[in-house]
């Protein structure tokens, strides 16, 4: 019997040795899945997707993105309620700050159920008001942010901070950079060439001063992009309709041209024209 028990503690030490080499390649995989649908998605909101690849929305490919990030997050998670020596409990796994749980440990915890609930209340969109779902899915920023953290102290307790240096701090350079982008304002992006200047010479376009507002209505997604760069202009109201302003006054006319410009389905028309 007493023979059997150092074999029993080898055999346990082995078997956790592989779930956690699982749970460090999940967690790299859900790392590069989260950072690439964070992007995916600004390039969607902000219309540049459609400068990229000459297609419109491109949605889907977020959305698989996000179902990626959130599936290796998960089996990172649930890796370590399996291991034999330190067990993870449910419980712990599924509140933080529970059972003397780490505060890295605690972020993840956060970060991935606003994940989960952000794809979760996106299939359920067209149910509930789109403003608040527009607002909660905005929340995604804040528990990428909050992820990354978990991402980074994990590394360092690990002794893994060599990798992401090489290989996460790539990921992250580029996310950090558009998810900054989003909400600068057009100036500045027209600025550093990641919009299009104003084109004041094109018929129509910059020559009035007078504008008339249009939305082709099968194109427009409700994405809420035009409210975001125009709110005088463009309204999203309680039940997933757009509203807007057809002839907006002349000091709203820059806010249109952005939100022309930034809708990733080209929905928006705007025709200016003398008095």
């Known amino acids: 019997m007493s023979s059997q028990i150092p074999l029993l503690v080898a055999q346990a030490s082995e078997f956790d040795s592989g779930l956690k080499k699982m749970a460090q390649l999940s967690a790299r995989l859900a790392y590069v899945f989260m950072c690439a649908t ?3 998605g600004v390039l969607i909101a902000t219309g540049w997707a459609e400068k990229l690849t000459g297609r419109e929305g491109l949605k889907n490919g977020h959305m698989v993105l996000a179902s990626l990030a959130i599936a290796f997050g998960a089996v990172h998670a649930f890796a370590f ?5 330190g067990a993870f409990s449910y419980i712990k796994l599924v509140l ?8 890295r440990h605690a972020l993840g915890i956060l970060g991935l159920e606003v994940m989960a609930a952000i794809a979760i209340l996106a299939s359920m969109r067209h149910k509930v008001f789109y403003r608040k779902w527009l607002r909660f899915h905005q929340t995604a920023y804040i528990a990428v942010a909050v992820t990354v953290v978990h991402s980074w102290f994990g590394a360092i307790a ?3 901070l060599s990798v992401l240096w090489l290989a996460g701090l790539t990921v992250l350079v580029p996310t950090a950079t558009l998810a900054l982008a989003r909400f600068l304002p057009p100036e500045v992006l027209m600025r550093i060439g990641m919009l299009e200047a104003e084109r004041g010479k094109e018929p129509g376009i910059g020559e009035g001063d007078a504008m008339d ?7 427009c997604h409700r994405y809420g992009t035009c409210q975001a760069e125009a709110p005088d202009v463009f309204q999203l109201i309680e039940d997933n309709r757009l509203t807007y302003n057809r002839r907006p006054p002349e000091e709203h006319f820059a806010q249109a ?9 080209r929905a928006i028309e705007i025709r200016e024209r003398v008095k």
Request: hydrophobic share 40%; charged share 15%; glycine share 8%.
């Open 38 to 40: 964070l992007s995916w």
């Open 81 to 85: 309620t399996l291991l034999q020596n």
């Open 96 to 103: 933080p700050f529970v059972d003397g749980g780490l505060f």
């Open 158 to 160: 690990n002794g893994n």
């Open 213 to 219: 507002v249009s939305v082709n209505n099968e194109k």
């Open 257 to 265: 041209r952005s939100a022309a410009r930034a809708c990733p389905m």
